[in-house]
């Protein structure tokens, strides 16, 4: 849950992963027993705040009345926040928000939650959340663990098994943020009981969806203006929002979810390893990355503290592709992104990088970049790579090729170590809203801005917090969006990998 949403500067890093299994004692819980809300855990928070008027645009009224403990109709009990379509306060709707500010507050371990959600569909926003115990958002941090009733899941006709995680601090004295939306199989449902599992290391955050092997969020926090994700502790927060620029739906009228609708939690469990804040991580990272060796390539890898990996290549093999490590399942929405990799070897030779989606037969994959040579010495080097991915595909495979190579020598040992993969949104915005892709005129606007772009393509509109504020396909070569219930400020509009900005008065 937002205090101000998804910013147009996004950061993921993309390192070895945490474990998943370690020795973990439990040091906290409530599992909502009783028919009353423990309050020695838990506060009622204000009917009114900075989420009504702020960026977040909400239309409910909070009330203690709204929050309840007891049976959950399938034989246990749950903490129950309940949602009307009732006159309150000036407000149209009435919902529930509890935190632990002051009470349960807690940094690194393993955080678990048994949720079941009702129909979100439309305009609901409910959230399992932290924020910092120390300075003033978003100085003082905050994890989201799970947000539902995204309009992308809106678009999508997903609403029931559509759902995110997210990471919102302060860099260099503004507002940065990442996250993004996760569509669950089409056989899951947030509208049964589900299990979302955060793993938080001084140097990591990844979150899990039930029994799922590959984490619906992860992000390294180990960077200098990460920091509120290590200095402090962060204190829970339960809350089911109606409207706001989450769904994209401000105006009461838009509210169409099925109300009464009630947000059930079984329980929230905090474990920790025995005398530490935070768990060792003791799988080894073989688990997050991967080699392939075939075409005549031969070789090993091995992987050591401190992320480092290291490629023996025994055989070269006839292809540069013969001899791979390579990462899978990276969640991968189109944009522009930046790769950034220390590399080095035992002696001179060249690699090939290369992202693409990895197909049924290794190492066969559509590529999303053109493949990049780079040349290696026995000196640690610093490396970049700045692309646009646009395409149909959600997830997409790194692959580092160290096999035949036109420039060295191939048989020797190549080491790897701080692969980064970042967004890079903002570096991507045409300022001046000309380009030959994108083209938006007026700028700036007032009651509407027309877009050209390529017939068919989908073009999104964004505000200055990154909040999607609405998507619509381009059936013609140009394509309005009517301002007029939009704030005066600068706005975004993104279409295949491209983003312009300008200005509404």
Do not use: C
């Not at 997210?166 to 056989?187: D, F, I, K, R, V």
């Amino acid at each position: 849950m937002k205090e101000n949403l998804q910013a147009i500067l996004f950061l993921l890093l993309f390192s070895f992963s945490i474990s998943s299994a370690q020795n973990y004692e439990l040091v906290w819980e409530d599992n909502f027993d009783g028919n009353t809300l423990n309050t020695s855990n838990w506060t009622y928070d204000s009917p009114t705040g900075v989420w009504n008027w702020g960026a977040n645009q909400e239309l409910q009224y909070y009330s203690s009345d709204n929050v309840s403990v007891g049976p959950d109709g399938e034989g246990g009990n749950a903490l129950i926040i309940t949602a009307k379509r009732e006159t309150r306060g000036g407000y149209q709707f009435t919902s529930g928000r509890i935190h632990t500010r002051g009470k349960q507050s807690f940094r690194y371990g393993k955080v678990e939650a048994r949720i079941k959600l009702p129909v979100l569909s439309n305009g609901l926003w409910p959230a399992f959340w932290m924020l910092g115990t120390e300075n003033v958002w978003p100085a003082s941090g905050e994890i989201d663990i799970l947000e539902a009733g995204h309009g992308e899941g809106i678009s999508n006709n997903t609403q029931e098994r559509t759902f995110n995680g997210a990471l919102h601090w302060q860099h260099a004295g503004n507002y940065a943020g990442y996250g993004y939306q996760h569509t669950a199989p089409p056989n899951a449902s947030l509208y049964q009981y589900n299990t979302y599992t955060m793993y938080w290391t001084p140097s990591k955050i990844e979150m899990f969806f039930n029994d799922d092997t590959q984490p619906y969020y992860a992000m390294d926090i180990s960077g200098a203006d990460a920091e509120e994700f290590r200095d402090w502790s962060h204190y829970f927060i339960l809350n089911m929002a109606v409207g706001g620029s989450f769904p994209g739906i401000t105006n009461p009228a838009g509210i169409t979810a099925p109300l009464p609708a009630q947000m059930m939690v079984d329980y929230i469990r905090v474990y920790q390893t025995e005398g530490n804040e935070y768990p060792e991580t003791t799988l080894p990272p073989e688990s997050d990355w991967n080699t392939w060796f075939g075409a005549g390539g031969a070789g090993s890898v091995l992987y050591e503290q401190g992320n480092l990996a290291t490629v023996a290549v025994s055989n070269a093999g006839s292809f540069s592709y013969s001899a791979q490590l390579f990462k899978d399942n990276i969640v991968l929405p189109d944009g522009d992104y930046e790769l950034t990799f220390k590399a080095k070897a035992d002696a001179a030779r060249s690699i090939i990088v290369n992202i693409g989606k990895g197909l049924n037969v290794d190492p066969w994959f559509d590529a999303f970049m053109d493949a990049q040579s780079f040349d290696l010495t026995t000196e640690w080097q610093t490396f970049t790579h700045v692309f646009t991915k646009s395409n149909t595909y959600p997830n997409g495979k790194l692959v580092f090729e160290v096999g035949k190579t036109e420039n060295g020598t191939a048989e020797t040992s190549v080491y790897f170590d701080d692969i980064v993969l970042k967004p890079s949104i903002a570096s991507s915005v045409n300022h001046n809203a000309h380009d030959k892709t994108l083209f938006v005129y007026p700028n700036p606007a007032k009651n509407r801005v027309n877009v050209k772009v390529k017939t068919g393509s989908k073009v999104s509109l964004y505000n200055i917090s990154g909040t999607l504020i609405t998507s619509k396909t381009a059936y013609e070569s140009t394509t309005t969006f009517e301002l007029n219930d939009l704030e005066n400020g600068i706005y975004f509009i993104r279409s295949l990998g491209k983003t312009a900005k300008f200005i509404k008065e």
